[in-house]
């Protein structure tokens, strides 16, 4: 997995290597350079492209001179332009263009009426320290470069302008690609910031993991590698009981697919044994619609959980929002069993967070941001501004897992770990896609994996299944959450047989 960082954690992971480790910072420097050259060089670059490198007297600006360097030693045809004077480099920066200078090559000063004369333009100005609004002359110069048609713009860790941290961006250089050093950064998954990275590639710069460690903030990427390794294996000697027995509680008059959408998805997904419980005035419109499922309707006083043997429960497809309804949410709050909470199920918690936390089997609630602005008593704006910290916050406080839906969902732990998903398009933002996820991650936590892995993986599934609808002809627009239900075998086959 890899990790993403705020800006200062980064700092800290290099003092650490410096100081702890004893890699000097001109080496890592190097290898930052070496590795983007490397990069450039094979995914992004032609030998016929006139290229320049803006740079900017920190050590982002020292990564440029050794890119420069690098690329004109291999025959590219490059300009290296200085934004600030020679006496304003960072000490690594400034051994880097002594390096630079030594081998035979020189650097000029910042000139505007050229830039239309480059096919290929590298941002090594500002990187990760940005804070707040763009001084001058740099804002100039993005705005401008902005403007242009022509070149092809790389950023080298981050967009100039992007904060690392936070996801707002006032003015900034709208790459069309970036390559980023080592860990992403928190800005990479949040928008609009992530509209300005473009292609995000990642190189590793020699780094240590016990320098990366040292920094007590655990956020990861959750990978296919990582889905692959856990996915679990069927072995001849098993029967439906060792694939759990799980409880979808859901539906209402106006909301009969939701439930059936689960439980399909539940099914597709693994889950050994299934009952639906619903009202029972929709019962006879459910009936026959899952033949794999049994079915459970329940009366005025709720299901009766003791009528089925069961080891995990969702609730809230469909469900709606009367006091029935509550009710039954209230009921399943106190099984000892694994719940997830979606849809209705999340409206009516917000009664009952005191119930929530003291739960004893894990929790896992599966928020978008206008379900977690309610749990959490914000606006949708103010969520998504701050997807890391709010998805957090709910789950050390709840002790729960949390899955904050949308582009880049954040799973979290109840110690606070996070994982990134990076699976997944616009084709999933359709009524009863959250559905199908939902019954998804059921049929996972119940098959032997661990909570959170069981989660990462039905979220990567999910949207991975998205994403081979699209690559098989499908319009983004197009996308049902049914079809995600019937791409599930294909995209589970193609994962397994990674495995083996």
Known sequence: MKRIVKASHM???????????????????????????????????????????????????????????????????????LIGNKDKLSKAAAHALHVYEQSGYEISAYRKQSLSNYEVIIDAMLGIGTKGLLREPYASIISHINQLQRPLVVSIDIPSGVCADKADVTLALKANATIVIQHYKHSCFLFPARHYYGGIYVVDIGIPPKSSESVNDKRYVWEQSDVTQSLPIRHMNTHKGTYGKGIIVGGSPTMIGAPIMSAKAALRSGIGLLTMAMPKNIHTMLAGQVPEAMYMPYGESGPDFRDVRFNGLAIGPGLGRSDAAKSVVEQALLLDVPLVIDADGLYHICDFLDVVKQRTSPTILTPHAAEMGRLMELSVNE???????????????????????????????????????????PGLAKGGAGDVLTGMILAFILQGMEIQTAISNAVYIHGLASEQLIAEKFATMSILPTDVIEQLPTTIDSLLKQKE
């Open 11 to 81: 700092y800290s992971i290099d003092q650490y290597t410096v100081e702890k480790i004893g890699i000097s910072e001109a080496m890592l420097m190097e290898n930052a350079g070496q590795a983007c050259a490397r990069l450039l060089m094979r995914e992004l670059l032609s030998y016929h492209q006139k290229v320049l490198i803006l740079i900017g007297t920190g050590n982002n600006g020292g990564d440029g001179v050794v890119i420069g360097r690098i690329l004109k030693s291999h025959g590219y045809e490059v300009d290296v332009m």
């Open 383 to 425: 969520v998504e501004m701050n997807r890391f910290e709010v998805s957090r916050e709910l789950a050390t406080t709840l002790h729960v897992h949390v899955v904050l839906k949308g582009p880049y969902t954040i799973v979290t732990t109840p110690d606070g770990k996070q994982f990134v998903n990076t699976t997944g398009n």
